[in-house]
Structures are given as C-alpha cells and as structure tokens.
C-alpha cells in the first residue's frame, strides 16, 4: 500500500469528485502505477478530515470510470487500463496537417486548466441553452481585456464572441462579397482562407512579397487593376512562412487602406504568442478593419472561438446576423471556459507556456536541420523549408507517413503560378521534445538526395 493523500483545491466541486479526480491526475502524472493500493477508506477519510460516505463515494466514481478495482478483503487498486482505452490521448490525436500548438504538459498549469472547467461546470444547465449569437456582456469584458494585451481598444459594441476564426472568415465574407467578386491576399497564404472563397466563389488574386510581407506598391496597383472587396492578411507569423511585417510596413499599407477606402480582413491567428508583435493593422485602420482574434493558436484549437472586432457598431450588428444565420453562436461552454480562464490568469499561463514551449521546439528544428534552407521564427509553430536540389516534396512526404510529423506541400498555400519545392514542417501538437528530435533528424535524412543516402 502506498502513501498517498491527495492535494485537495477549492475549485468549487463536490469533494467526491475532487478525489476522483485527483486519482485520475496521479496516474497521468505516475504518482500512482497499475496495481498500486489505494489507502482503505476510513484512513484517507482521517487524512482528509472528510466523513467516510465522502470518500466511499469517490472511490465509487473513480471505480465507475475505470481507474481503480475493489476486492473484497484485499483493498482497492489502480486498475490496468483495458485495450480500448490504452491511450485515450491516441483516440483524440489531432489532425497533423493542422499548425498545432505545443499541448501543455505542467501537471500545475494543467490543474488550472482542469479547475477552470469544473468552475465552468457548476452553471452547466445555463449553458446547455441557446446564447446571444456574439457573447453575453461578460464574455465581450473578457474579450476586450484579452485584446487589449495587443493594443486594440475598440468600444464593446464592436467586439463579438465569434464561434472560431473560419466560421468568422466566413460570415464577414457574406457581408463584404458576392459571388464573382475579388479579394487580394498573400500570394503563399493559408489554405482555409483559400477554401472559404472557394466556397463563395470569390477570387483570390496573391500579391507577391519581398522580406517584409506585401508591398504598399503591389497593395495600390492590385487596387486599382482588379477592384477588389477586401484584403486578407496574416500579418503576425505568417502561414506558412513564419513571415512577421514590421511595424513599419504595416503603417505604408494602411495608409494604402485609408486612401482607397479596401476592407481589411486581419487573421491575427498567432499574434498574441510573440511576447513583442507589432500593433495590429486595426490599430492603423480602425474603420476599415475586421479584426479576427483567433483562440485556436494561443489557446487551444477544441475551443473554437475568436474574438473579432468590427471596424463600426453596425459592422458588428450584421456580423452577428451573419453567425446566426451560419452558426447561430459560438459554444456557450467553450466561451464560458475561456472567459474564466482570462478572469483568474490562466489564459495568459497558457500562452507563455506556448510562447516558451514553442521557441525551444524551434531551436530543436535548428539543430537537427542544419545545412538545409528554411524560414522560421523563434514562437512559430512551423518552419517553411526548401527542399535539396533534386528532392521533390512529394517523395518526402511519402518517405515520412507514418511518423508524428505534418507536413504539408506548397501546393496548399500557393494562390498563384507554379507551387515551389517547399514543405511547411509543422513543429507542435502532442509530440514531446524528444520524439520531435528523433522525428527530425528522420526528416534530414529524407531530404538527403537518393545518393548521400547510402
């Protein structure tokens, strides 16, 4: 028998299931192995100050989820997991084509985050009704003291809770565009902005970069050629190239913006990770600005939520027409979870652990690619690589299936002229930093023309 006693916080639960779960969070964290004996009953009741039937139902609870086993005479025991539920993390992987962020790994910060949703958890009826289709009052507070940490302090009447940056794209774009209509972009932009339009029949017309991003001058001749409704961009650790515009620059394009009178579509999608990234365009072009501050990067993806910024109150008024009839509302318990994150800090623990995590997963792609041509940034969650002469980006992506790697071809990102022999190589997700070097260094030898490879 072992000597356990769990650590009891007043996260608001009933305390049976407060020492199901910290069962549950033993295992995970292996204080508690297969087989182990849990203390009897009584004694952990003592040790607790709780009464018997407190903790009698707890080892129930955690009995009914599989963790532990009672036998009659011998005592209670961590339970071998069954073969259907070896790895519940494998069942929920993650789609490895998508630009993950590094999952969090601290048993602290995930306790936290763990707290959180059993604080969230106590007005779950409330939640399980249909809600305001841009975020109670509440939840558009939090918003804005969440986007004011990028310097956007907009009136709350243009801020809406939105259910996710592509649901967002796609409302604003049946507010701003018709079918057969245009829209400038990036030439190398993300995919799911190219597949909205698509839906849409809007045309992407790509603007060609220099080191910066986008040229004003490239901005005002596209103007002016092709008539466009609106600009997208992603200005903050660009997808895929990892690309920041600089301060500078961003101020020339908006004074291209305020002179022609284009919609902006902003995704911020990765701005809020650098601890220092340039004032968002909307910050430049207030009135013109449909600012999308996406969660999915800086918080988690599973929550499904955004935070956007109209550029006027009626701006906002259509957009919230626009998520009705689309989506009808973002997830009432995935808001509610987010604001009380930002309301007691964990929001922003979250997002230095990700800040952190992904700097040091960029240093590993540093050193195990070394020799080879990729951009990237220090808290990207990507590098953009150009493959060897004489290495095509389809035989590496066929040499690497199977391993915990994306890797996704230019093709997906290129809105005009031939694709480039270029792989996005996507760096977070679950995989930890170990298995990332091991991973990598498999990708090198992959890149190696048929020659070198032995």
Partial sequence: MIDWVPQLEDTGKPRYLAIADAISQGIQQGLLGIGDRLPPQRRLAASLGLDFTTVSRAYAEAQARGLIASHVGRGTFVAPRPAAAEDPERRRAGDLSMNLPPEPTDPALLGRMQAGLGMVSANLVELLRYQSPVGAERDRIAAANWLGQRGLTPALERIAVTPGAHATMAAILSIVTSPGDRILCERLTYPGIRNIAARFGVTLIGL????QGITPEALRAAIARHQPKALYLNPTLQNPTTLTIPAGRRQALAEVLNDTGLTLIEDDAYGFIPAKAPAPLA???PDLTWHIGGL????GAGLRLAFTVAPSPRGAIRLS??????????????TALTTQWIEDGTADAIRRFIRLESAARQAIAHETLEGFSFEAAENAFNTWLTLPEGVGRADVVVKMAGRPLGLI?????TVDGPPQEKLRVCLGGRIGREDLRETLLFL???LLPSEFMG
Avoid: G
């Fill in 283 to 285: 910050q430049l072009a």
């Fill in 208 to 211: 060609e970069m220099d080191a």
């Fill in 444 to 446: 090198h030898q992959a």
């Fill in 409 to 413: 071809p230019s093709d997906a990102f």
């Fill in 296 to 299: 999915a990067k800086c918080l």
């Fill in 321 to 334: 027409q626009a998520i009705r009839a689309l989506s009808v509302m973002p997830s009432p318990l995935s």
